[in-house]
DNA sequence: CTCGTCACGGTTGAG
DNA sequence: CCCTCAACCGTGACG
């Protein structure tokens, strides 16, 4: 798993079968799209499948977010032992209730939202499996019962701005809560330094996108020591950097991604110069890699961290009765401080 | 040529 | 622990 290497798609862009772009690429492309370039465009620009780029557009079109969908395992659980709790009440209660009817009660109480409050069957196999025994207060009585999921996880939506226009035109929208998205968009105003590096390509962010970090261990100790805000920031803890730590890239891999990046003088969104090779600076850990890396806002750098602040949504949630906003939950908490610096392969005609 | 869609082979992680 | 399985991934091809 960590041995794997990304592969190379038809357009020589590297990417991890059954893994998600890094946030950097997803970013740029919602930025590139912005910015009017059209998506056929921003695919051979970044090498990414137009699939792919269609893909992320339209998801981002419709919540806002850039961030990929939860990735493995299972929904969250219907059967909280809250919701347990209150079937084992209601059954006590009346013991020839129907388990729609229960259905019907829980959302009556507020036990359960529309989204997650359990179906029929369930709550048979709940009555049949759980409640059985009733003389068992039990198992899930009670105190170390954990909050349900859904009140925790679909609120915490990471909303991006991809730049400081947001749709609004309010470019601080965001409230005190969040920590400064202007920290973490710096003075981005104009396309190219939109379109070149960007202030967030921190060291580690290109060891992202050049190679993807080694070990995660190393990714993990450097946002702690490094950007220890970014556990502040929405509660986010080590499981808010996995996904892209373990995008299974190796800086060794370096090389053979780095000349599909030569960039061309002539390119108009080859903002930064001279990158490539200081990439691929040799006997050097990752850490180091980015920092010979030159990008117009003068030396600044920014943290992965900082990404935290740049994921936001265009409109906070505003899902409504949209589907559930289940697909961006705790995944979105990982893939934050994901930001992968990104190469952009600007050699593309 | 562009772009939406989807099968495919893949990874992930809760249960 | 290991397994299962349903979620998601990006690519590549089709229309």
New binding site residues.
């Given amino acids: 798993?960590d041995q794997?290497y990304g592969?190379?798609?038809?357009?020589g862009?590297?990417?991890?079968?059954?893994?998600?772009?890094p946030n950097a690429i997803?970013i740029r492309i919602v930025e590139l799209a912005q910015l009017g370039i059209?998506?056929?465009?921003i695919?051979r620009q970044l090498?990414?499948?137009?699939?792919?780029?269609?893909?992320?557009?339209?998801?981002y079109n419709e919540t806002g977010s850039i961030?990929?969908?939860?990735?493995?395992?299972?929904?969250?659980?219907v059967t909280t032992p809250n919701v347990v709790k209150n079937i084992r009440d209601y059954k006590q209660g009346d013991p020839g209730i129907f388990a729609w009817e229960i259905r019907d009660r829980l959302l009556a109480d507020g036990v359960c939202d529309k989204y997650n409050v359990p179906s029929v069957s369930s709550i048979s196999r709940i009555l049949r499996n759980k409640i059985g025994n009733l003389s068992q207060p039990g198992q899930y009585e009670g105190s170390k019962q954990p909050p349900p999921?859904h009140a925790l996880s679909y609120n915490h939506m990471y909303p991006y701005y991809p730049n400081t226009m947001s749709p609004t035109g309010n470019k601080m929208g965001n409230p005190a809560g969040h920590v400064s998205i202007s920290r973490a968009w710096p003075s981005v105003h104009t396309v190219s330094n939109i379109l070149g590096i960007r202030a967030f390509m921190d060291p580690s962010a290109i060891a992202g996108a050049e190679g993807y970090p080694q070990k995660m261990e190393e990714w993990a100790n450097v946002n702690r020591t490094a950007f220890p805000s970014a556990h502040s920031i929405n509660g986010i803890d080590k499981?808010a950097i996995?996904?892209d730590i373990?995008y299974?890239q190796h800086s060794s891999n370096l090389s053979s991604y780095v000349p599909a990046c030569a960039y061309s003088p002539s390119n108009q969104y080859g903002v930064y110069s001279g990158a490539a090779s200081s990439y691929v600076s040799p006997g050097h850990h990752w850490q180091s890699q980015g920092a010979s890396l030159s990008h117009p806002s003068g030396g600044v750098t920014m943290h992965a961290g900082d990404i935290h602040s740049a994921m936001g949504f265009k409109h906070p949630l505003r899902d409504g009765d949209r589907k559930p906003p289940?697909?961006l939950s705790?995944?979105q908490h990982?893939a934050l401080s994901g930001a992968h610096g990104l190469t952009l392969p600007t050699s593309a005609s």
């Avoid at 592969?7 to 357009?11: F, G, I, T």
Wanted: net charge positive; hydrophobic share 25%.
């Fill in positions: 798993m794997t592969e190379v798609n038809q357009l862009g590297v990417f991890v079968n059954g893994r998600p772009l997803r059209r998506p056929c465009d695919s090498r990414v499948s137009h699939g792919c780029v269609s893909k992320i557009l339209a998801r961030l990929p969908g939860a990735i493995g395992g299972s929904k969250p659980r999921q499981s996995e996904t373990k299974p289940s697909p705790k995944q990982e």
